[in-house]
């Protein structure tokens, strides 16, 4: 079992920035590529991005390339979502999760453990 708790949501003007932390407990936390996923109102469960367990291989949704930013700390089972730039349809709760399935799993039947999430709202 993994527990993942995301924190550092909150409300934000468009064009600011915000940092998301997700902190993992239980099973080896460097076993897992960890992705960041978000939903809005009304809509699907969308990706956002992932970190592969090495650290060296990140892949972004296209509507965050460029603006948001992954990490990982395996020493403090730390992920975190840098997001810069934001807009009001970043707006979403977003939800960390962790994969065992390849580098850079991007689909949400591939990742097995999912925190509650963290609320994001941009205003415009």
């Known amino acids: 079992q993994v527990q993942l708790v995301e924190s550092g949501g909150g409300l934000v003007q468009a064009g600011g920035s915000l940092r998301l932390s997700c902190a993992a407990s239980g099973r080896t936390f460097s076993a897992y590529a960890m992705g960041w996923f978000r939903q809005a109102p009304g809509k699907e469960r969308e990706f956002v991005t992932v970190?592969?367990?090495?650290?060296?291989?990140?892949y972004y949704g296209d509507s965050v390339k460029g603006r948001f930013t992954i990490s990982r700390d395996n020493a403090k089972n730390t992920v975190y979502l840098q997001m810069n730039s934001l807009k009001p349809e970043d707006t979403a709760v977003y939800y960390c999760?962790?994969?065992?399935?390849?580098?850079?799993?991007?689909?949400?039947?591939?990742?097995?453990?999912w925190g509650r999430g963290t609320q994001v709202t941009v205003s415009s």
């Open positions: 999760a962790a994969s065992t399935y390849g580098t850079t799993p991007s689909r949400i039947y591939e990742y097995t453990y």
């Open positions: 970190i592969s367990r090495s650290v060296t291989t990140t």
